[in-house]
């Protein structure tokens, strides 16, 4: 029997990147987004299912979703970015809708997918490696990844008893059109291969945290132990570097 996996945010990036290569290793691959023709030319020669609705629209959502048959692995990677350029004039609009997309709309797949997960197994979320310290202008998107942080955790307990496993994904920096948009440097940035190659091999190991590049996740890690105000000095000073 062929394994079923269901990746949100197939259209590009990351999560085209994983329907590829699960598609290529022999498994039964739902590949969902919300725009039909653009997933058809994407995974044009890719032998998988396409699953069309958009994470933010909850009822359009529960009805795609619960018509699903049984799944091994679920990956819940759709999601967006935008910065808060003036911290002053904060946009509360703009942080509504980066948590309205990774927060929001990521719940809005649990409650149709989380009866479809067979005993043994697994829910993947994609949260970030941004959790690890705060970075200058992602207060909106490093929230909402933090809320993911917490889900995971919290849902990995309340699952267990299930046998369904809870895997949180924290990439660092990984070429795609998400990162393509933004105007600083990226450390360490990958590309989607390795990206999906470090995923794949985590989740094939049942663990709770993947994190990576390794390099990349060892520097964050490092620093997020500094007290708070020496980070809070150092963040200062690169900024006014490159500025
Ligand atoms: N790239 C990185 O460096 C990086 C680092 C850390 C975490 N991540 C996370 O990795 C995940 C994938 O990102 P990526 O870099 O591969 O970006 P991407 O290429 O922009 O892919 C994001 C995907 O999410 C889909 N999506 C967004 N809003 C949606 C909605 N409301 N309903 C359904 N689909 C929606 C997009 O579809 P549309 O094209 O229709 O908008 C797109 O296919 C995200 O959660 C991101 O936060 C990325």
Same mark, same amino acid.
């Given at each position: %029997?062929?394994? *079923?996996?269901? $990746?949100?945010?197939?259209?590009?990036?990351?999560?085209?990147?994983?329907? *590829?290569?699960?598609?290529?290793?022999?498994?039964?691959?739902?590949?969902?987004?919300?725009?039909?023709?653009?997933?058809?030319?994407?995974?044009?020669?890719?032998?998988?299912?396409?699953?069309?609705?958009? %994470?933010? @629209?909850?009822?359009?959502?529960?009805?795609?979703?619960?018509?699903?048959?049984?799944?091994?692995?679920? $990956?819940?990677?759709?999601?967006?970015?935008?910065?808060?350029?003036?911290? +002053?004039?904060?946009?509360?609009?703009?942080?509504?809708?980066?948590?309205?997309? @990774?927060?929001?709309?990521?719940? @809005?797949?649990?409650?149709?997918?989380?009866?479809?997960?067979?005993?043994?197994?697994?829910?993947?979320?994609?949260?970030?490696?941004?959790?690890? +310290?705060?970075?200058?202008?992602?207060?909106?998107?490093?929230?909402?990844?933090?809320?993911?942080?917490?889900?995971?955790?919290?849902?990995?307990?309340?699952?267990?008893?299930?046998? $369904?496993?809870?895997?949180?994904? *924290?990439?660092?920096?990984?070429?795609?059109?998400?990162?393509?948009? @933004?105007?600083?440097? %990226?450390?360490?940035? $990958?590309?989607?291969?390795?990206?999906?190659?470090?995923?794949?091999?985590?989740?094939?190991?049942?663990?709770?945290?993947?994190?990576?590049?390794?390099?990349?996740?060892?520097?964050?890690?490092?620093?997020?132990?500094?007290?708070?105000?020496?980070?809070?000095?150092?963040? *200062?000073?690169?900024?006014?570097?490159?500025?």
């Amino acid at each position: %029997m062929k394994k *079923r996996v269901l $990746i949100t945010g197939a259209g590009s990036g990351i999560g085209l990147q994983l329907v *590829r290569d699960y598609a290529a290793d022999g498994w039964q691959v739902v590949a969902c987004g919300r725009d039909r023709s653009r997933l058809e030319q994407v995974l044009e020669g890719v032998d998988a299912e396409l699953c069309l609705f958009d %994470m933010e @629209n909850r009822e359009q959502s529960a009805r795609v979703l619960s018509a699903q048959g049984e799944l091994d692995l679920v $990956i819940l990677n759709a999601g967006t970015c935008e910065y808060i350029d003036d911290a +002053l004039r904060f946009d509360a609009a703009l942080f509504e809708r980066v948590i309205r997309t @990774n927060l929001i709309g990521t719940v @809005n797949c649990l409650a149709p997918l989380l009866t479809r997960i067979k005993s043994g197994g697994r829910l993947a979320l994609v949260g970030s490696s941004v959790t690890w +310290l705060p970075l200058t202008r992602a207060e909106a998107y490093g929230a909402s990844k933090a809320g993911l942080d917490y889900l995971a955790r919290s849902l990995a307990l309340d699952l267990s008893p299930r046998r $369904i496993g809870v895997s949180l994904i *924290r990439p660092g920096f990984v070429d795609t059109p998400l990162t393509r948009r @933004n105007d600083f440097p %990226m450390p360490g940035r $990958i590309g989607v291969q390795q990206a999906s190659r470090a995923i794949r091999r985590g989740l094939a190991r049942g663990k709770a945290e993947i994190a990576f590049p390794f390099v990349f996740v060892q520097v964050l890690r490092l620093l997020s132990w500094l007290p708070r105000g020496l980070w809070l000095r150092l963040a *200062r000073r690169t900024l006014r570097s490159t500025r």
